[in-house]
C-alpha cells in the first residue's frame, strides 16, 4: 500500500452508516491485527474487532458527535507509559490498514470501559482508548462543527516540531531529504484534541531521531493521552521510512541527552540502520 497517500486522505470520521463491516473487510482486518500484534519492546497487545448496537446501553461517548456506529476495535494495556505508547503506534497501525479498505474511523479516548464487557481487564491492565470502525455517511452538521472547533486539518509547522540536535536550530528537510517524507508523516499525525504533543531532535552522527513528549494539555496527559499520541507519531514515522526503503530500529537511550528543554519528556529513539543523504 502507499502509506503517504493514505495518511494523507485518511480523516476522523464521525458519522457513518448503520451497516456492519462486510465479511471480506473484515476478516483481512482480523488478519491483519493478529499478525500485527507484537509491537515496541516485543509487548504483544491483542486487539479484537468488536460489533454492537447501542440500543439497550449507549455507549458514553464524550468526543464530538459520533452516530452510526457500531464495530469498535480495542485492547488492553499495562497502566503505564510505555504500554500506551505501543497500544496507540499498534492500533495506528490498524487504523492505516483499514483505511486501505475504505473504512473510516474515529479515535475515541473519552469512554465508558464498563460498556466493553468483552474485554477482561486484569489488575494493572486498562482500555487507554478505542477506535470506531464503519463506513462513512455524509458529514453531519455537528461533525463539521467539532472539526472547526478543534482544527482537526492544521498541523503545526515543521520548524515547531523537528529539530538539530546540535545546534538545536530547527530541522530542514533539505538537511534531511531521506527522511523528509518520514518526518512530514508524522507531522501529518492525528492526536487527541489535535494537541500534537511531539518534538523530534535529529542526531547527524549518531543517526538517531530522538523523540520527546511536550504536555499540551493537562487533561489529556493525565489520562495518558499524549502517550497514544505519541505512539501514533512513531508508527506514522515507522511505516513511511519502511515504505521509502529506510530501515532502522526502536531503542531506548540510556543516557540523558543534553541540551533539551526541561519541558519535553524523553520517549523513544529511532536508530537509523542506512542513510541515503
Known sequence: MDIIEIIKNRRS?????????????????????????????????????????????????????????????????????????????????????????????????YFDPNYFKEINIKKGYEIPSILILGYAEKQSVGERLVRMTIKANKRNDWETMFFDLNTKSPLDPKQIPAYADALEMLRLSPSSGNTQPWKVFYDKEAREFHFFKKIINKRYNEMGLHEIDMGIAMAHFELTSTYKGLSGTWHKQEKKINGIPDDLHYIWTWKCAAMQG
Open 13 to 109: 470520521c464521525r458519522t457513518f452508516t448503520s451497516e456492519e463491516l462486510n465479511k471480506n473487510d473484515k476478516a483481512e482486518l482480523e488478519k491483519y491485527i493478529k499478525e500485527n500484534a507484537l509491537g515496541l519492546k516485543k509487548e504483544s497487545i491483542p486487539f479484537k474487532i468488536i460489533e454492537k448496537e447501542d440500543k439497550d446501553i449507549p455507549l458514553k461517548i464524550n468526543y464530538g458527535m459520533i452516530q452510526g456506529h457500531k464495530t469498535y476495535v480495542l485492547g488492553s494495556s499495562l497502566s503505564n507509559s510505555d504500554s500506551r505508547i505501543n497500544y496507540g503506534y499498534l492500533m495506528e497501525k490498524i487504523v492505516l490498514k483499514a483505511s486501505e479498505f475504505n473504512i473510516s474511523s474515529c479515535w475515541v479516548g
